[in-house]
């Protein structure tokens, strides 16, 4: 027996592997990964570790001595480069044989393509050695300019901010976070990152990157102004890996495609996390691509259960967190396609929840320091229950008592 | 290396050495100890972390804030006396031998 073969070791991979032993599985199991480092939790590179609060030992998943207990064959450093029915070579010419085989390979940041991308000073941020880099020129830099307004741009710029940088953030769409939370939680982080003295530009485009000796130096905007830069974070997405799975003829569409059972197009494939689409975890309708440590764990469990032969689809409640300055952004659900919003709180005071309705249904929550709204409205979703949009928008009666039991 | 001990539902103990400074949580997630799940990395975020703190420690863990309060009496299956999540409890040598009882699910 070869057992199961896992492409990818971070977030996704770790938890199929644990949970593959947790439900008893014996096999052989093998976890492999291309960076070199044993694998480690992402959301803290763009916030406590970029800021030198935390430490690389603080971001292990788990301890050296985990994975020989468990008999989880952890291959690093290696980057499986060809796959074949029953076989993976990797890099270095090493020869993988499996009899079940996962993906769970993430996604590569989205390059700027722009003339003068290649300057020294241009980063991006996605991996450990990226954040190292990161944190390594941010000291001495002095003029940073973030390129995205999106979560990972910005926790960057609180960051850079923080430490007393002059920071310009630059996004192309009319608001910030464009993709995930609704124009009104767009404009209070506009505010937000504006009292904190950041410049914040719409609606603009960068057309170039200049430099001097090879160091950036400025970045060209498409409104013709010029904003000085000795360190630019591009934050402009992400793109799911999914050549592996092309090679083994499997479907794709912005993203390795699976089923509510994390299964590919090859029923006896799986895939899970940042490099899969699936459909909506709630109404099934069309592919959604979820960027969350939420989504990793889940599909994962999912996927982990397929590979014993169980099918458990995965309908969990999705949820996302963000940490910029002292602000606590936690969401819970997909608000895309609702049709009315109800705001509880009051965004000046940094304080303040967003319920999202689609057809007079509770569908998700923005909440901005506001755990218990967040918390509850998760719940609701989860167990069922419904909070009108007329009764949540009582801001003097906590959530909590707002809910009506399933009918 | 100050000591936590994690008592399962089913009376199994697992011993495990802490680091200073780090949380209830993290030894539990590093070590692989089944049952604390921390699916926020401790971002107070899930309350998959829950633990029973055993009533000999309790004076020195200390009182949740909060938003660990709104997270153990929106978020955990059964609210105890004792109840904490494990990413708030930071270890120090002072509380070697914690012994903390994990519920039987985690939301
Ligand atoms: C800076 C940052 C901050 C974030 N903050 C948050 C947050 O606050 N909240 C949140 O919910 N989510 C956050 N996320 C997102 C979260 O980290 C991802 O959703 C999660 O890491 C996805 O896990 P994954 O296992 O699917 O993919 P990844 O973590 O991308 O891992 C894929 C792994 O596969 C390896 N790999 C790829 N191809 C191969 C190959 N051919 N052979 C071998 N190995 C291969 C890669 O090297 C990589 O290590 C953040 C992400 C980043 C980058
Ligand atoms: S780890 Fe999520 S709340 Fe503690």
């Known amino acids: 027996m070869s057992g199961t073969l896992i492409v990818g070791a971070s977030q996704s991979g770790i938890q199929m592997a644990a949970s593959l032993r947790e439900a008893g599985d014996e096999e052989p199991i093998t ?16 916030k406590a570790f970029l800021a030198g609060k935390a430490d690389l030992a603080s971001l292990a998943f788990r301890t050296e001595a985990f994975y020989a207990e468990q008999k989880i064959d952890l291959v690093l450093g290696e980057q499986v480069v060809r796959l074949a029915p029953g076989l993976a070579t990797t890099h ?19 390059r700027l393509g722009v003339p003068g991308a290649d300057l020294d000073g241009v980063h991006y941020l996605r991996d450990l050695d ?27 710029a609180a960051v850079a901010r923080s430490a007393g ?65 000795d360190l630019v974070l591009a934050g402009v997405g992400i793109v799911p890996r999914t050549e592996l799975a092309e090679q083994l003829g499997l479907h794709c569409a912005g993203g ?51 590979l014993l032969g169980r099918r458990e689809p995965y309908s969990a409640v999705p949820w996302f967190w963000s ?13 895309g396609g609702h049709d009315e919003h109800v705001l509880r709180g009051d965004p000046e005071a940094e304080k303040f929840s967003v319920l999202y309705y689609r057809g007079g249904s509770l569908i998700a929550v923005d909440a901005v320091n506001s755990t218990a709204d967040y918390l509850t409205v998760r719940k609701v979703l989860d167990r069922g229950g419904e909070i009108s949009p007329e009764q949540a928008r009582d801001n003097e009666v906590p959530l909590k008592r707002l809910v009506s039991p399933p009918a | 290396m100050p000591k936590i001990v994690y008592v399962a539902t089913d009376g199994s103990q697992r011993v495990v ?56 009496d929106l978020a955990v299956t059964e609210r105890r006396e004792g109840s904490r999540l494990g990413c708030q409890i930071e270890m120090t040598e002072e509380l070697d031998g914690l012994t903390v009882d994990i519920p039987p699910v985690q939301p």
């Open chain 1, 323 to 335: 940490d910029q300055y002292d602000l606590k952004l936690q969401i819970a659900g997909l608000s």
């Open chain 2, 17 to 72: 050495d802490a680091v200073a400074g780090e949380s209830v949580m993290m030894a539990a997630t590093r070590h692989g100890v089944p049952g604390i799940v921390a699916e926020c990395g401790g971002n107070a975020s899930c309350a998959t972390c829950h633990v029973y703190v055993r009533p000999e420690s309790l004076p020195l863990v200390g009182e949740p804030n909060d938003t660990e309060e709104d997270l153990l």
């Open chain 1, 92 to 110: 270095s010419g090493r020869s993988l044989p499996f009899d079940r085989l996962a993906l769970t390979v993430g996604a590569r940041p989205r």
């Open chain 1, 256 to 306: 390795i495609v699976v089923d509510e059972f994390a299964r590919t197009s090859e029923p006896d494939v799986v895939a899970a996390g940042d490099c899969t689409v699936a459909p909506h975890p709630r109404t099934r309708d069309g592919l959604v691509r979820l960027e969350s440590v939420q989504n990793a764990i889940g599909q994962a469990k999912v996927a982990a259960a397929t």
């Open chain 1, 130 to 156: 990226d954040a190292l880099r990161l944190r390594g020129r941010l000291g001495a830099a002095r003029h940073v300019v973030v390129v995205g307004g999106g979560f990972i741009g910005l926790e960057a």
């Open chain 1, 31 to 46: 976890l492999v990964g291309a960076e070199p480092h044993p694998p480690y939790q992402r959301p803290p590179l763009s």
């Open chain 1, 165 to 229: 940088k002059s920071v310009t953030v630059v996004e192309a769409a009319d608001r910030l976070i464009p993709r995930s939370v609704a124009p009104v939680v767009s404009e209070f982080y506009r505010r937000a990152h504006q009292r904190r003295g950041s410049d914040v530009r719409l609606g603009v485009g960068v057309t170039a990157l200049t430099g001097e000796h090879g160091q950036v130096r400025a970045v060209e905007l498409s409104d013709g102004t010029r904003v000085p830069a």
